[in-house]
């Protein structure tokens, strides 16, 4: 392993395997979705500069955005990606207004209700008995905004007994098939991180389908959802590949 491999697998080493996952990844109804010819997406970009996510990050590509090398390896960044959006938390802007979670049910459920929201805060309410104790869940007066991670072996598509979670043909991302779902929660067990729910007024799955919503409502800034087009812009900007080179990875 070379120097910028060792230091990629340092940072972020679940983004490494992450992307070499990725690239490996069969087309089908639960993996990735196939990009339109003509976009620029993920595996494209990753392609033409010859690295991962962790690579981008430590080549400083993603600075702009406020990703950096520092910030991702003390856990206050999170990211996760579909192949047209780079999507990154960031708990040092997270001020736990909840509103990402209003904006998210309203925008995908019609109505306001925090058990059905795709992103998640008030979970990581204990803030501790003072500020200065440091017992609360994440230290005090900290917030960890929980997404989905749009994985590369998602196991709730795989665990779903009725195939009801495939890739969305535009956007990548998982998405839950409403008139297949059987309402049996498989897909929230056996997701690491809890993310699919059973919406008790549906009786049908719900899960993050990467709309944006929340990064457009955030006040703060925490969400970002970052087109890979525009990070490729940033590659050729600063001259780590050409446009000739990134029009023949897509």
């Not at 997406?41 to 690579?55: E, I, Q």
């Not at 005090?140 to 998602?154: E, L, S, W």
């Not at 998405?175 to 009786?203: F, H, I, K, N, Q």
């Not at 993050?208 to 087009?229: H, M, T, Y």
């Amino acid at each position: 392993m070379d120097q910028n491999n060792e230091q990629r697998a340092a940072v972020a080493p679940e983004l490494v395997s992450h992307e070499e996952e990725n690239a490996t990844q069969p087309e089908g109804r639960t993996g990735e979705a196939a990009p339109k010819k003509g976009t620029i997406t993920r595996r494209s970009v990753l392609a033409a500069c010859a690295c991962g996510v962790g690579g981008l990050v430590v080549g400083g590509v993603l600075a702009r955005w406020g990703v950096a090398t520092e910030a991702v390896a003390s856990g206050r960044i999170d990211i996760s990606s579909t192949p047209t959006k780079l999507i990154v938390t960031d708990r040092g802007r997270c001020s736990g207004c909840q509103r990402c979670e209003l904006m998210c049910s309203l925008k995908n459920d019609g109505v306001a209700m925090q058990s059905t929201a795709r992103v998640r805060v008030h979970e990581t309410y204990f803030f501790g008995d003072s500020p200065d104790t440091n017992d609360g869940t994440y230290d005090n007066f900290q917030y960890t905004i929980r997404t989905c991670k749009q994985c590369a072996d998602p196991q709730c598509a795989k665990y779903c007994p009725a195939h009801a979670i495939y890739s969305d043909e535009d956007t990548g991302a998982r998405v839950v098939d409403a008139e297949r779902c059987l309402g049996c929660g498989m897909c929230t067990s056996a997701c690491p991180w809890g993310m699919p729910r059973v919406s008790a007024v549906t009786g049908v799955s719900t899960k993050c389908i990467s709309c944006g919503r929340c990064a457009e409502q955030c006040p703060n800034g925490a969400i970002k959802f970052i087109d890979w087009e525009d990070i490729a812009q940033e590659c050729i900007d600063k001259g780590i590949v050409s446009t000739v080179t990134v029009v023949e990875g897509v």
